[in-house]
């Protein structure tokens, strides 16, 4: 069996971190968006199959995660995330990199997604929803 691209490797590859004011955010953080990706390639009553595409200095706007889902790295890059909580990280993503997240609508996640490299971002991410 192939060995994936990133194992033993250390966790995520912050290249920075921070905070931003939530001021300059406030219209999108007081609606986040429901959409997680850019296109939507699939949608049944179990899930939900996201293309996440960010070209160079581009951003995604604020979006909300109430359901456990997970994102697996496609087209690898730096992007900046900012949060709900006012504090931002900048990240180098790998190709074939993973993560899961358990999220609620009690236990939610809001963030942005900026591309902060030269290089096209893409994700595809699978909400689990049934």
Same mark, same amino acid.
């Given at each position: 069996?192939?060995?994936?691209?990133?194992?033993?490797?250390?966790?995520?590859? *912050?290249?920075?971190?921070?905070?931003?004011? =939530?001021?300059?955010?406030?219209?999108? %953080?007081?609606?986040?968006?429901?959409?997680?990706?850019?296109? &939507? %390639? =699939?949608?049944?009553?179990? %899930?939900? *199959?996201?293309?996440?595409?960010?070209?160079?200095?581009?951003?995604?706007?604020? !979006?909300?995660?109430?359901?456990?889902?997970?994102?697996?790295?496609?087209?690898?890059?730096?992007?900046?995330?900012?949060?709900?909580?006012?504090?931002?990280?900048?990240?180098?993503?790998?190709?074939?990199?993973?993560?899961?997240?358990? !999220?609620?609508?009690?236990?939610?996640?809001? !963030?942005? &997604?900026?591309?902060?490299?030269?290089?096209? =971002?893409?994700?595809?991410?699978?909400? =689990?929803?049934?």
């Amino acid at each position: 069996m192939e060995t994936p691209p990133d194992e033993g490797r250390p966790g995520p590859d *912050i290249v920075g971190e921070g905070t931003f004011e =939530l001021e300059d955010f406030a219209e999108e %953080l007081a609606s986040p968006d429901s959409a997680v990706g850019t296109w &939507l %390639l =699939l949608e049944n009553d179990r %899930l939900r *199959i996201w293309e996440v595409r960010v070209e160079p200095g581009e951003r995604a706007p604020f !979006h909300q995660h109430v359901t456990p889902y997970f994102w697996s790295c496609v087209g690898a890059g730096t992007g900046r995330q900012r949060h709900a909580d006012g504090s931002v990280r900048v990240r180098r993503y790998r190709e074939g990199e993973t993560e899961f997240w358990n !999220h609620t609508p009690q236990d939610d996640r809001v !963030h942005d &997604l900026e591309n902060v490299g030269d290089t096209v =971002l893409r994700f595809v991410t699978v909400e =689990l929803i049934g």
